[in-house]
């Protein structure tokens, strides 16, 4: 018997679920996020989703797409961040998906066993939209309680966003509280922020002036940071922001994963 697929529920449906899948692996990875992108690459999801339409696809054809889709998906939403982070990334949200679509499938088979149509890895449920959402939010639930069980929930105050402002000039950018990151400038005992030297640009002394050099190591190395003092640094976290006097900003020509720098945790007012 022939199943008669809607185009508008099955594009309507999946840009819900690929909303929720992607905040769902936010959550998860605690990375920060804009809604906008989060509708953006749910809407390229969505997109995806008519290829259902079309002729059976070969089923190793099919994975390399689903794998090629899934990555732009996560690249629209969260940005690159490096290789490592974006593999990482991309690897939760298809095991959120996997996850998402096994409950999907239990739920339905209990409710319904009929109607269910898998073709192109796109799945499409002979149901209504209210009662797919109403599913959809429950798995959401689910994997929201899971995060919080495991202790993966975001603290409030690990990300935030900080102004610099110096010689007339000033900038914003997205931080990470990291407590891996305790460099000070060996001068003046001052703790060091390490931005991303695009974020900081045009704050960044011309010709030198004022700069120092802050030493740090990693597993890979050691190495120099060249630093300066900004007239004014201000961090924004939820509705609160605080005025930092003495700060110095590392420059560094790799982004340090998917924001634009690592504050040291002294920087970060107490509750």
């Known amino acids: 018997m022939k199943q008669t697929i809607y185009v508008d529920v099955l594009v309507g449906v999946n840009l819900f679920i690929n909303y929720f ?15 906008k992108r989060l509708i953006l690459a749910s809407a390229a999801g969505a997109a995806y989703s008519l290829t259902i339409l079309l002729p059976q696809i070969n089923p190793v054809l099919s994975v390399l797409v689903k794998l090629l889709m899934s990555a732009s998906i996560v690249w629209a939403a969260f940005g690159y961040g490096g290789i490592n982070s974006f593999i990482k990334k991309t690897a939760v949200f298809y095991i959120i998906n996997f996850a ?7 739920l339905w088979y209990f409710l ?3 109607g269910l149509i898998i073709r192109n890895s796109v799945v499409y449920f002979d149901i209504s939209p209210l009662m797919l959402i109403a599913l959809t939010v429950l798995c959401y639930v689910l994997i929201t309680l899971l995060n919080r069980i495991t202790g993966r929930q975001m603290p409030q105050k690990l990300f ?11 900038c914003v950018f997205s931080a990470k509280v990291d407590t891996g990151n305790s460099l000070k400038e060996p001068f ?11 974020a900081v640009s045009s704050v960044i002394p011309d010709g030198g002036t004022g700069v120092r050099l802050v030493p740090y ?10 630093a300066f003092k900004p007239d004014g ?7 609160q922001e605080a005025e930092i006097k003495n700060v110095y900003v590392a420059v560094s020509k790799t982004k340090p994963g998917d ?12 509750p």
């Not at 924001?259 to 945790?265: I, K, M, Q, R, S």
């Open 21 to 35: 899948l992607l905040l769902a692996t936010a959550k998860f990875l605690l990375l920060p996020f804009k809604r």
């Open 160 to 170: 935030c966003r900080v102004k610099v402002r110096r010689g007339g000039a000033s």
């Open 233 to 239: 640094f201000t961090v924004l976290y939820g509705k």
């Open 188 to 198: 003046s005992g001052y703790p060091v922020v390490v931005a991303y030297e695009k």
């Open 100 to 106: 998402f679509a096994g409950l999907m499938t239990a």
């Open 217 to 226: 190591g990693t597993v890979s190395g050691e190495g120099l940071l060249k």
């Open 259 to 270: 924001c634009d720098a690592l504050l040291n945790p002294e920087l970060l007012p107490p």
């Open 112 to 114: 319904s066993p009929s």
